[in-house]
């Protein structure tokens, strides 16, 4: 595939290029504050037209900080491990010895 110079990214219409980027991504030492900026950065991401975009790159290349797409880093990793896990099936049940009273009757044979 040959690069064109002038080819559109969807980075070219993220509402958040106008921001100051310490916004999307967060460093803080108390939790309040934390979430206050994530708030506010999801807040722009609400309103972007390129979210889904945005949040299909970060998934791809494993984006490990920052608000990107409108998730945080430990949003993104839910939505890897959802996407990557096998379908799940029950397992049998297993019961180990101790797990319930044993049967009175058969102790009482013994």
């Known amino acids: 595939m040959q690069h064109v110079e002038n080819e559109e990214h969807w980075s070219d219409h993220a509402i958040c290029r106008g921001e100051d980027p310490d916004l999307f991504f967060p460093i803080g030492y108390s939790a309040p504050i934390l979430r206050e900026q994530e708030r506010r950065a999801k807040a722009i991401c609400a ?44 397992l049998p049940a297993i019961v180990v010895r101790g797990d319930y009273p044993e049967d009175t009757t058969t102790a009482s044979a013994a």
């Not at 993104?76 to 959802?82: E, G, M, N």
């Open 47 to 90: 309103n972007c037209p390129v979210t889904a975009d945005c949040l299909a790159w970060a998934l791809k290349v494993g984006e490990p900080d920052g608000i990107w797409g409108g998730t945080t880093p430990e949003e993104r990793r839910h939505l890897r491990r959802s996407a990557d896990a096998p379908p799940r099936r029950r």
